[in-house]
């Protein structure tokens, strides 16, 4: 079953303009989410990640996320793209136990 | 600190050919990680491990083992590679807090591997 859905496999963006990455989650049970990021040839880098200690969660570079139970939905956003955006973008979901399960990314595109 | 680290990091390898992949991290985490990564599919988690001495099994595991002999070590072998497993390798680690919401994972650079 699948727990993370991410639409939209590539998001292309005007440098400037807002950056929106969409994820759901389906779960029974209070999730924990996180997003990563990961630029080419390289490892994946937490974003941020929802504690449940508030629903705006504020991450590194400029980035936030909203956790809405109602729509169980933790999407991605920032005001404005930078060039250096342009990179891989997972959500990801701890459930009960160790694992985690990841989205299959969004790859976003940054335009000059 | 290194953080984690992955060896090594590109391997060609012909079908039925073995290899280890070694994973090392200098943080004293508890929780270590296999994931592939291939393309459209996100990560996988291969084989997870709790403690030096344990090890798990997570959503695609068939096909490969590994062992947690030291607690900042954790290996994936491959012991028949197969087409199938040409892929990216990440190893990740973590380590438990009072809260499970606040663990977060940290990721090694990646391990190319090919399968001919």
């Known amino acids: 079953a699948q727990s993370v859905t991410q639409l939209g496999s590539h998001v292309s963006v005007s440098e400037g303009a807002l950056v929106l990455l969409r994820c759901n989650y389906s779960s029974s049970v209070p999730p924990y989410l996180f997003w990563y990021v990961q630029y080419p040839n390289q490892g994946l880098q937490l974003l941020l990640k929802?504690?449940?200690?508030?629903?705006l969660v504020k991450g590194i570079n400029g980035f936030e996320a909203e956790f809405k139970k109602s729509e169980t939905s933790f999407h991605l956003t920032k005001p404005s793209a930078h060039m250096s955006d342009a990179a891989e973008y997972f959500c990801?979901?701890?459930?009960?136990?160790?694992?985690?399960?990841f989205g299959t990314g969004t790859s976003l595109t940054v335009i000059p | 600190n290194a953080g984690v680290t992955q060896t090594p990091k590109f391997r060609v390898l012909k079908t039925g050919q073995s290899m280890t992949l070694l994973c090392a991290q200098d943080m004293n985490h508890e929780y270590m990680y296999w994931y592939r990564q291939d393309p459209g599919m996100g990560l996988r988690l291969i084989h997870y491990s709790v403690g030096e001495g344990t090890t798990a099994k997570g959503e695609v595991p068939d096909g490969y083992n590994v062992s947690r002999l030291k607690k900042q070590n954790f290996l994936l072998g491959l012991e028949s590679a197969a087409p199938s497993q040409t892929s990216v390798y990440f190893c990740a680690s973590s380590t438990p807090t009072g809260r499970r919401a606040q663990e977060t994972q940290y990721f090694g650079p990646g391990t190319r591997l090919l399968v001919l």
């Open positions: 990801a979901v701890r459930l009960t136990g160790n694992q985690f399960y």
């Open positions: 929802y504690t449940s200690a508030a629903t």
